[in-house]
């Protein structure tokens, strides 16, 4: 490792929309310590927007999946020329360790043991450990500690181009004068993960007719058919279909309109805690230990605390291994329309509603 302070730092994650926006307080505290080193970030293709417009970066390396493993070598080839003084590699899978093999490295620790231990006998040696309990955020900052950075801030950011936040929030406005209020994003890669449809639906109809808020339900392509799914099982009129019509840019500048984001734990969770927005989020399978409840004082968690069998996978499963999807079914939309009544509401300043 260099003795010098860093001129030219390359931070690696790859993916998920979730993660990448955790690296957020990493970038920012790098930024701050380290004002004129070059500082890029490595990203998948698809996810490039995400920190294509963050101010404390310099440049941004692309990667492809669709290059194959040609694409892998020519960035390579890439990374080894730039010379960079360190590598954080906070992704850490077989792609990562090629790119960055033999090069100066900090590598962000995942705790495998005893997340293995969590998940497949319920032995938490996270207990009592509040360095292992801590957010994934947390654990990048941590993995550029040796630099000499500031890892008490842990607030996230959310980088918008001018021009969507701006056509965005004109079409809030139009949408806001017809009653919405609510954004939803009922979407997440796994099912275990993944509130029941119903419930959204009868969530839907409860602010509609106790608050008169309408809804607007967001995500990706793939997620329009459980969109459609839940807006015919609510009250009509009640809530409004915008998945696969957005891109990833102008659905977070959805999110930070709204007056209120509920969500599964997904990517675009972490989106609506970078804004601070009053959120509820809603936890299946997954728990505090793996490191994703949304780092934001304005949200609230909604999860089954009670069931021996979570987390049943780190990252969550295409079914429940014990077929009774109790970590979601017993989260009933009159407990989560409760919950936003006690504790969110009180909060919504007059300008918010």
């Not at 307080?25 to 920190?51: N, W």
Request: with cysteine.
């Amino acid at each position: 490792m260099t003795r010098h302070p860093p001129r030219k730092i390359l931070i690696i994650r790859m993916s998920s929309i979730g993660d990448i926006v955790l690296t957020s307080p990493l970038i920012r505290a790098l930024r701050q310590r380290f004002p004129g080193a070059d500082i890029d970030f490595l990203v998948r293709s698809e996810f490039a927007e995400l920190v294509r417009h963050n101010p404390y970066l310099s440049n941004i390396l692309i990667y492809s999946p669709a290059t194959g493993w040609a694409g892998l070598h020519r960035l390579r080839r890439q990374i080894r020329a730039a010379n960079y003084d360190v590598i954080l590699d906070v992704h850490r899978n077989w792609r990562s360790l090629y790119l960055r093999r033999g090069l100066p490295t900090l590598a962000v620790r995942k705790y495998y043991l005893r997340r293995w231990f969590l998940v497949y006998t319920t032995i938490n040696r996270y207990a009592g450990r509040s360095r292992l309990s801590q957010s994934v955020a947390e654990r990048y900052l941590q993995t550029a500690q040796p630099l000499g950075i500031d890892t008490s801030d842990l607030s996230l950011d959310c980088f918008l181009p001018e021009d969507v936040e701006k056509r965005i929030a004109d079409r809030w406005k139009a949408w806001y004068s017809r009653g919405v209020r609510v954004l939803m994003a009922p979407g997440s890669r796994h099912f275990t993960k993944r509130w029941p449809p119903e419930y959204y639906a009868r969530l839907i109809g409860r602010l509609f007719q106790r608050l008169g808020w309408k809804t607007l339900l967001i995500g990706g392509a793939e997620e329009q058919e459980l969109t459609k799914a839940i807006i015919r099982m609510a009250p009509p009129n009640a809530a409004f279909n915008l998945a696969g019509e957005c891109s990833l840019m102008e659905a977070a500048a959805y999110i930070q309109q709204a007056t209120l984001f509920v969500s599964n734990d997904s990517g675009l969770m972490h989106m609506a805690a970078a804004f601070r927005k009053p959120q509820v989020a809603i936890f299946g399978s997954t728990t505090r230990e793996l490191g994703f409840f949304p780092l934001n004082p304005e949200a609230i968690i909604i999860e089954n605390e009670g069931l021996s069998c979570r987390p049943c996978h780190h990252i969550g499963r295409s079914s429940c291994p014990k077929s009774h999807f109790r970590c979601m079914r017993e989260l009933t939309p009159e407990r989560v329309f409760g919950t936003i009544q006690t504790h969110l509401l009180p909060r919504l300043h007059p300008s918010r509603r």
